[in-house]
């Protein structure tokens, strides 16, 4: 998995690969393939590898990353609030309780993603798998995929506590960091992409929750973060490409249809339920919507 | 971030200077060589033989290349349309490898148009589209368009078949003189068709093509026990021979079927580390020709007619050599002939260290009964010892597009 997120990195800062002395490409290669630095753990994202310099002036890109910054901050809060429910119950020692808030916990993360990967430390404190590490009793390996290791595979709620204490300490570091962070309106753009990218590339093997199954709350929490993010933008690129728009629209639609057969309640079906033909269907009205969005940036003039 | 600012500007700057070509392949390539030289040039080559537009497919009646590949994939299409819209992208952009060109610049700041793999001037790569009986089961309606023959390939001699390597809706076959334009092509059919096709197997390899004009009966082509492969094949430039032994003609089958052909793909693992451990006589024996001079055992032109009339009892070829079950040069078998275009493929080694390599056995006929019937006196040669098929499938090849109105599948979509 790691290898092909790098891949991903390279390809999307290739003008980078064409410099000269090519520095930028050994750092942004190198930064993530250190095993525990955990900054390129498969759930992390490109943003943090990628070009954001790209600037506008356009009044109804501005406002639509004015929004976008609003929404990300709602959105800390309530995965603040969630993890802290998932995290008590940890410390409660009530495993049904953590397995239960587990997936909740996660998804106001899951659909700001790419934004709170750019605070890069923390991504890996909280969203790297073990793939990232020696193995499963590194004591570098901390976050969310610990826990659920813990919980699933080892049943085992007490060893869990200190990482759940962990957990909230980094996501409170995230919230406050988040709170300062200016928020390029390049990365904004291509942060639509990149959720869905994400889903697309990775998530689709179901490695992400490898132990508790929950991957399908994940994939519903960045295809509904592209979602925000498309809603916001959409005004500037109907301006400039209103076919784009009903194709994105089109994708969106494909995605979330294609998801809705594996509702359960409130949340979502185990995936280790589908079938490798419905692993398939997915992945490919993913990889059309990824390519769709992938001309959003160029579109509003942000590469 | 400094040196990447200074690349974008520049890259700006050929803009503005009215580069725009050279700017636009930028992305293509960091090297300062002969590609950089070339983008002063015109974008493309001339297209080569007859071009896309015709009653057939262009990838089949053609010469072999040194590299090709096979691609199987699922169809998601949700209906007839998607599939419709989904065969009508295909057929765009096969068209534009046949023709060996770039789809058009796309501004930089986008997603470059193609790979850019094969640097700034693109090359001709052949691609064929072709369906497999899966495609006409009840999903797009397309029951009655099934072509008279087609079926999922069965159980053969000796088979040990994966799904994992088997069958498919669609086949896409790609040829080119080189590697990196064959996996060039597959990115630029794949990419044509996201949300439609899945991949279900690939395989790719290498042939050693013939020089044209070479002499009938002979080439230069082994496969990988070490013998020439294609000694006896049709050829591709004979027409009649073409016409007589691949081409759908009126009357035969499904009117839209017309122009297309049956292909059939066999994914057949070699057991080579046994072989080499074989002696010359009895790897002659097996194949019923000498292994340097592709002769038939006896003779000495490796086109020369093996004479099984003067042999009766195999003393000179055995009854069940692989040259003489495949082709015995009797009145009835004669009318089995077919245009094969297999190539080498090695994917890696096995558990017990053993290497994973063999033959993709394609070949193209107008009735899918007389591989079958090739087969069946196949069916346990001495050479099954040392052969493993694993995979591929029986696909029909599409009619070619006719014009520029046109595109491949529509005469099978249409009403």
Redesign the interface.
């Known amino acids: 998995m790691f290898a092909r997120i790098a891949t991903v990195f390279v390809f999307a800062i290739s003008p980078a690969a064409c410099s000269d002395d090519g520095a930028d490409v050994g750092e942004s290669a190198s930064s993530g393939s250190e095993p525990g630095s955990g900054s390129g753990s498969g759930s992390a994202s490109g943003l943090a590898s990628q070009d954001l310099s790209g600037s506008t002036e356009d009044a109804v890109i501005l406002s639509a990353v004015d929004e976008y910054r609003t929404y990300v901050h709602d959105e800390v809060s309530t995965l603040v609030d969630k993890t802290t429910v998932f995290t008590d119950a940890v410390r409660a020692g009530d495993i049904d309780a953590a397995k239960a808030a587990f997936a909740p916990s996660r998804f106001h993360w899951e659909t700001i993603e790419p934004i709170a990967g750019l605070v890069e430390q923390i991504d890996g404190a909280v969203d790297a798998r073990v793939d990232d590490f020696a193995n499963e009793t590194d004591p570098a390996w901390t976050g969310w995929h610990r826990i659920e290791y813990l919980l699933w595979e080892q049943g085992d709620v007490a060893a869990a506590v200190p990482f759940a204490d962990q957990l909230d300490a980094d996501l409170a570091t995230l919230r406050d960091q988040l709170a300062g962070l200016e928020l390029p309106p390049a990365a904004v753009a291509l942060g639509a992409a990149e959720l869905v990218e994400e889903v697309s590339e990775g998530k689709i093997t179901g490695e992400e929750d490898r132990y508790s199954h929950t991957d399908l709350w994940d994939f519903a929490a960045n295809i509904q973060g592209a979602r925000k993010v498309n809603e916001l933008l959409t005004p500037a690129v109907q301006q400039r490409d209103a076919d784009l728009v009903v194709e994105i629209e089109d994708g969106f639609l494909r995605v979330e249809n294609g998801l809705e057969p594996y509702r359960d309640g409130a949340g979502w079906k185990p995936y280790s339920e589908l079938t490798d033909e419905d692993r398939a269907q997915l992945a490919a009205e993913l990889a059309d919507l990824a390519e769709s969005l992938s001309t959003v940036p160029g579109t509003l003039g942000l590469s | 971030?400094d040196?990447?600012?200074?690349?974008?500007l520049r890259?700006h700057s050929l803009l503005l200077g009215g580069a725009v070509a050279a700017a636009a392949v930028?992305?293509a390539g960091?090297s300062r060589g002969p590609d950089d030289e070339q983008r002063a040039s015109s974008s493309s080559p001339p297209p080569t033989g007859r071009g896309f537009h015709g009653a057939t497919q262009t990838g089949v009646a053609t010469p072999a290349h040194a590299h090709s590949l096979a691609a199987a994939f699922?169809v998601?299409a949700r209906d007839r349309a998607e599939l419709a819209e989904a065969l009508r992208d295909l057929s765009s952009s096969v068209q534009l490898l046949v023709e060996g060109v770039y789809p058009p610049d796309?501004?930089p700041?986008?997603?470059p148009a193609h790979t850019g793999v094969l640097g700034a001037v693109s090359v001709p790569v052949e691609a064929t589209i072709a369906v497999g009986a899966s495609l006409f089961d009840d999903r797009y309606g397309l029951a009655d368009r099934h072509p008279r023959e087609l079926v999922t390939m069965p159980f053969l001699a000796n088979d040990r078949l994966d799904d994992a390597w088997s069958h498919g809706d669609v086949l896409l076959t790609l040829a080119a003189d080189r590697p990196d334009a064959v996996l060039h092509g597959l990115r630029q059919l794949m990419?044509a068709t996201?949300?439609?096709?899945?991949l279900h197997w690939v395989v790719d390899g290498y042939s050693r093509p013939d020089a044209p004009g070479s002499v009938a009966g002979r080439t230069q082509n082994r496969n990988l026990l070490g013998f020439k492969d294609g000694s006896a094949n049709l050829h591709v430039a004979n027409d009649a021979e073409m016409e007589t032994f691949v081409w759908i003609a009126d009357g035969d089958d499904q009117p839209w079927a017309v122009g297309g052909t049956y292909q059939v793909v066999r994914l057949i693992r070699l057991l080579v580390e046994r072989w080499d451990r074989t002696a010359l006589t009895e790897q002659e024996s097996i194949i019923g020709r000498d292994k340097v001079s592709g002769a038939p055992l006896g003779l000495d032109a490796e086109e020369a007619d093996p004479e099984y009339g003067d042999d009766p009892t195999g003393k000179r070829i055995p009854l069940d050599a692989h040259i003489r079950l495949a082709r015995p040069r009797d009145a009835v078998t004669e009318r089995q002939r077919m245009l094969r275009k297999g190539f080498n493929f090695q994917k890696g080694f096995d558990g017990a260290g053993l290497l994973d390599q063999g033959l993709a056995f394609v070949s193209y006929q107008r009735q899918l009964a007389d591989f079958l019937a090739v087969q069946q006196r196949l069916a346990g040669e001495r050479l099954e010892e040392y052969t493993l098929p694993f995979g591929g499938g029986f696909f029909f090849v599409l009619p070619g597009a006719q014009d520029s109105d046109d595109w491949l599948g529509r005469s099978l979509l249409d009403a």
């Open positions: 971030m040196t990447t600012r200074a690349l974008i890259r930028a992305g960091c699922h998601l796309r501004d700041a986008m997603p990419r996201r949300r439609t096709l899945s």
